[in-house]
Each structure stands twice: as C-alpha cells, then as structure tokens.
C-alpha cells in the first residue's frame, strides 16, 4: 500500500502545518540578511492589436511536457539584445468566438533610455547563481520512466472544506484541457502555455476553454450544507473562458518551443469570490524562505483530486527553476509560488513566482540532470502579464 494512501490523514495535518503555522525551525519574523533587493519593473507601451487570421484549433494538448537543454540553452537569457528584449513582450490574444490578435510592445521612453549597454539589460533579468556541481550519474532507462517522482512520492491530498476552501489550496483550479491553473486576480487564470497552444496552434480544446472550481461536497452550489454524508471527490463549477493571451515567445513557428515562455492568462467571463495569490518577480532561491517552492495540482494519478507538494530549488537560470517537486501530467499550469518577503507587509508572504511546466533532461558539463522544471517569472515576464490582468502601467510595479 502506497504511503498516501496509508497516512492520508497525517499528510493533510503535515500539509496544513507546514503551510499555516510560523515554521520558526526555517523561517524569522525579520528581514534576512541577505534581502532581495526588487529588480526595476519596465512599463510596456501597446500598440494597436493586428488581426490574424482565425485559429485551426487543429494541436493536441500535451500534458506530459518534456525538453531537453544544454549548456547554450541554459545560459540563453544571459545574451539577450535590445531588440530580443521587445520582442519577448509582443504577445497573442485569443477571443471565444475564435478570432485573434497580435499586440506589439515597446518600453516606456525612460526605461529605453535606462538600456543603454549590456549592464542595463542585465537589470531585466534576474542574475543566474552558479550552476550547482551534481554528484547524479547519468539517468537509466528505469528511471526515465518513473520521471517527475524521485523517490518516495511526496505528495499530499488535499481534502476536506477547511483545506479546499482555504487559501492557498483555494488558488488552484482546474483546466478544461486536462491542466492546472492559479488564480492571481479576481478574473484571471495562470497556467502553462502549452495546455492551450503547441507552438504553432491552439489546441482543440481551447476553442471553448473553460476553468473550473473546485467544490466540497459538503456544500452545494449555493455554498449550504446537504443533509447527506459527503462523497469522495469534489464537485466542479465550470466557468468559461473570455479571452486567452499567449507570449510571443512561445509562438515560435516551425523552430521549437521553449519552456522559458510556457505561460498563459485566460480572462473569465465574470468575476469570482475566492482569494486569488499576489504575483512576483521570482527572487533567487537564497531569498525564499527555506529555500522552498510550493505548488498545488489535478495530478492524472489522482483524478478528481487536488494534490499538493514542496520541495527546494535545485538549480536556476535566467528563465526557469530547477527542482524536484513531485509531479505527474495534469499538475503543468500549476502556480508555482513561494514565502517571498514583503517590505510592505514586513513579513513573509506567499506569492506566485513561476508556472509548473514539465519535465527537463538538462546536459551541463558532460552530465546527464533530471529535473521537474517551472518557467520563472522574470521582470519582463512580470511585467507582461501584470499588463494582461490590469490593462494599464500604473498598477504593474513590484509590490
């Protein structure tokens, strides 16, 4: 018998301890010394939306995502120009009658004044730590094909209305392509950009996308207790899709896509009530509290259930973060989210700082690395999608 399955009720106690109480054996109620300091935020300037022709829905959605990278492609941030730096801001919109537009975007005139060599440039992008040395030997074929567990399954069932219901549990959310997403305002969704678009096109399933809530069953749609004892599984309310944006990064045509732009924003058609999670640029992992990442998701071993994990960064680059975190197909999407501190605030604070993507075979210095991999939400990625949920620059800086 499986250890969730054995010690499911001490997994949710675990689960719950770890995300609610003060976690003094790793975290303090003071600023680290080592504070992050916030990069500059660039404000973007739209132009008019271009009409393109209308999708073929004509991709399959891929759940098991899974590339490859090298040396090169691993330090492919570090070498971006001034016109790559426009460039990765254009992005694609998706309306629900099936119709679509390109938006270009230009820096604001002060921020294109402040990048004036590659210093400035690098102000975009977070600074990538050293690559850490791995004692791993090169992967055998057995556990190619037990990719995105490493060892004992760490992962909890999230269960209950007192978890469910609770943030930040209650920030997850269902994606009708089979993928997870994360709520981060009162209409907007998260999720990876694959689980609507291959590359080249949209995916069948993104004609008539929709996002789904997950309900107890212990309440009713009008949110009252029923009279009968409560089923295993969820209920889910469906909610549909207005508008559906994707970076220009990850449209890349006939050339391979890259995990560094896997993500999307889907619009809903109408406001929820739940608590949706805050939004930041991705520290280094130095600056997370424990070090740890955290993320919740619909796992495909898991049908109908909400699956929550956490585990530390292994390794970063400019674009995406390493690590070790549990996962099967149906957890991509996932908002990938952190104890990041708040100046503000004054405390330790969850925030959202990547998007589960896949899986990754990483070749650095003749070394074959297996890592479970989220697209990291650098400034420029910060600041495209706060322009996506707020329509504006005003609302868009760190914090």
Same mark, same amino acid.
């Given at each position: 018998m499986l250890r969730w399955q054995t010690l499911d009720l001490a997994h949710h106690c675990l689960a719950g301890l770890l995300l609610l109480l003060?976690?003094?054996?790793?975290?303090? @109620?003071?600023?680290?010394?080592?504070?992050?300091?916030?990069? /500059?935020i660039p404000s973007l300037v739209p132009h008019a939306p271009l009409p393109l022709s209308r999708s073929h829905f004509s991709a399959k959605a891929q759940l098991d995502f899974t590339t490859h990278c090298n040396t090169s492609c691993f330090h492919r941030g570090e070498d971006v120009d001034k016109e790559h730096l426009t460039e990765q801001l254009a992005f694609e919109t998706l309306y629900a009658d099936g119709s679509r537009t390109l938006t270009t975007v230009d820096l604001d005139n002060d921020d294109v004044d402040n990048v004036n060599d590659d210093e400035d440039i690098a102000n975009y992008i977070v600074p990538t730590p050293p690559i850490r040395k791995s004692h791993k030997s090169p992967p055998s074929f057995?556990? *190619?094909m037990r990719r995105q567990i490493y060892g004992a399954d760490g992962r909890f069932n999230i269960r209950g209305d007192h978890f469910l219901l609770d943030y930040p549990f209650s920030t997850a959310v269902r994606i009708s392509t089979g993928c997870t997403g994360v709520l981060v305002s009162q209409q907007h969704v998260l999720?990876?950009?694959?689980?609507?678009? #291959?590359?080249?096109?949209? @995916?069948?399933?993104?004609?008539?996308?929709?996002?789904?809530?997950?309900?107890?069953?212990s309440v009713n749609v009008n949110g009252t207790r029923q009279g009968q004892a409560p089923s295993k599984k969820p209920l889910v309310r469906w909610v549909r899709v207005k508008r559906t944006r994707v970076p220009k990064g990850w449209i890349q045509g006939p050339q391979d896509v890259s995990m560094d732009f896997d993500y999307a924003l889907l619009e809903l058609r109408w406001p929820h009530r739940r608590p949706f999670m805050r939004l930041a640029v991705a520290p280094s992992s130095d600056d997370l509290a424990g070090k740890r990442i955290h993320f919740s998701g619909f796992d495909s071993d898991r049908p109908g259930e909400l699956v929550y994990?956490?585990?530390?960064?292994?390794?970063?680059?400019?674009?995406?973060?390493?690590? /070790?975190?549990?996962? *099967?197909?149906?957890?991509?999407?996932?908002?990938?989210?952190?104890?990041?501190?708040? #100046?503000?605030l004054e405390r330790w604070e969850r925030k959202v700082i990547g998007i589960f993507s896949g899986h990754?075979?990483?070749?650095?210095?003749?070394?074959?690395?297996?890592?479970?991999?989220?697209?990291?939400?650098?400034?420029?990625?910060?600041?495209?999608?706060?322009?996506?949920? /707020?329509?504006? *620059?005003?609302?868009?800086?760190q914090d």
């Open positions: 003060p976690m003094s054996f790793c975290l303090t @109620v003071k600023a680290p010394s080592h504070l992050f300091q916030h990069p /500059h057995h556990k *190619r999720t990876a950009a694959h689980c609507v678009h #291959d590359g080249k096109d949209y @995916v069948k399933g993104a004609r008539k996308l929709r996002v789904g809530f997950l309900i107890p069953p994990r956490f585990c530390p960064v292994e390794d970063e680059s400019n674009d995406l973060i390493y690590q /070790h975190c549990d996962a *099967r197909p149906g957890a991509s999407g996932s908002g990938v989210y952190g104890r990041v501190w708040d #100046d503000a990754q075979w990483l070749e650095i210095n003749g070394e074959n690395r297996d890592y479970n991999v989220a697209v990291r939400f650098t400034p420029l990625k910060f600041a495209q999608i706060c322009y996506w949920v /707020h329509g504006n *620059r005003a609302d868009c800086s």
